[in-house]
């Protein structure tokens, strides 16, 4: 048996062992082809404030497994969501066609030159440090937002927050009331990047980066940071991209700037799978900078090719993955030095679509209605192709 079979036949047994564990949390309903599905959003009977399981969340169910999916628009605005388990696909209802898109893990927010469009993969991770939750709900499209542009977004269990960087302006909202499909927003704010963090949020201004509580209020004076962009959240801090290195914000609230040598060109993004300390962003013609958010430093990965985009995977083996200026899929496996690449996978004037867990990259191909499901621990596989209604123009991995 190849090991994609071997993968999908784990999972698949994992999902009917969850499916016939009972009381976990409520199911789901099934979502229909062609629209949103309906909403479960009231708890079943037998549930108490008191008798809730801990990490319960209304209208979802519990998986033994992370419940992986692709969530894909094409460029007239089809959105269709792929089960990685099954192979099954789930039309939803249209959005307006992308220009730019991001994603947290769960939600994919799309946007054209004047609204913002948000849709709910209908599954994710919530990782409670010691132990992880794995959760399924209706996928659906919750809402829209007026403005559109660049955008980025960033959710802890309590907030998802929404930024548009080219136009300063960011918004705050209620994380609980998006999955049950409304957008509910508690606060706007003026910033580059903005982001959840403990039980506050950290804001980047032209004035600098600093701490703000839950009410979007300062909490403290700001860092100094030259054309803030780019952000992400850590185990061990948040971080924000400067004109010259980075801003580093920890727990209780300390800020340190993490300068890049003299000379070197800056990342305007950051990027790696949920949670690990290390984020990476490209590095102009060079290859990709590693950024240590727990040891407060960088370190240059040089590579043969340019890089066009770039994630940080794990930590034990260091592995890298990026898509270079010929189309390719990049790994490195920093640990070893070792370098494996497939051949040209998408147009190289194409904006790459790469998304990963912890076993898989996936690229979609602008060229035609597929996506390419990559095996990075095993030399840059290619271990399946995925077709699609229609060739993606945004694309997510949702269940992270």
Do not use: K
């Not at 809402?143 to 136009?167: N, Q, Y």
């Not at 804001?203 to 700001?222: H, I, K, Q, S, Y």
């Amino acid at each position: 048996m190849n090991p994609t079979a071997r993968r999908t036949q784990r999972l698949l047994a994992a999902a009917v062992a969850t499916t016939l564990t009972t009381g976990l949390a409520l199911s789901a309903t099934a979502c229909t082809t062609g629209g949103s599905a309906g909403r479960s959003d009231e708890p079943s009977p037998d549930r108490s404030s008191t008798a809730r399981p801990h990490g319960w969340v209304e209208g979802a169910s519990e998986a033994q497994e992370p419940q992986l999916r692709l969530l894909a628009v094409s460029a007239s605005g089809t959105t269709t969501l792929h089960d990685l388990l099954g192979g099954a696909a789930t039309s939803l209802d249209a959005v307006d066609a992308p220009a730019h898109s991001a994603t947290d893990g769960r939600f994919l927010v799309t946007s054209d030159a004047d609204r913002t469009t948000i849709t709910d993969g209908g599954a994710w991770t919530v990782d409670h440090g010691d132990h992880t939750h794995y959760y399924t709900a209706d996928p659906r499209v919750v809402g829209v937002l007026d403005g559109g542009g660049p955008v980025a977004v960033h959710s802890s269990e309590t907030v998802t927050t929404i930024s548009w960087p080219e136009r300063r302006q960011a918004v705050v909202l209620d994380r609980a009331a998006l999955g049950q499909g409304d957008v509910d927003v508690t606060a706007r704010l003026e910033a580059a990047v903005l982001l959840p963090f403990g039980d506050g949020l950290v804001a980047a201004t032209d004035a600098g980066v600093r701490l703000l509580d839950a009410d979007g209020e300062p909490v403290g004076a700001a860092t100094p940071c030259a054309a803030p962009a780019g952000g992400t959240v850590t185990r061990a801090a948040a971080a924000v991209g400067c004109a010259d290195g980075a801003v580093l914000v920890a727990e209780d609230g300390t800020a340190t700037v993490v300068p890049l040598p003299d000379g070197a060109e800056r990342p305007t993004s950051f990027a790696a799978r949920g949670g690990r300390p290390t984020v990476a962003g490209t590095a102009g013609d060079r290859g990709a900078w590693l950024l240590d958010t727990r040891e407060g430093s960088w370190r240059l990965v040089q590579t043969e090719r340019p890089l066009r985009t770039v994630v940080a995977v794990d930590d034990q083996e260091e592995h890298v993955v990026g898509v270079d200026d010929l189309g390719r899929v990049v790994v490195l496996t920093v640990a070893t030095g070792a370098v494996a690449t497939t051949g040209p996978l998408l147009d190289p004037d194409a904006e790459p679509f790469l998304q990963l867990d912890a076993q898989r990259a996936y690229v979609a191909d602008d060229a035609g209605p597929r996506v390419h499901e990559v095996d990075f621990a095993d030399g840059a596989r290619v271990a399946r192709t995925i077709e699609l209604p229609a060739a993606p123009a945004a694309l997510a991995e949702v269940g992270l």
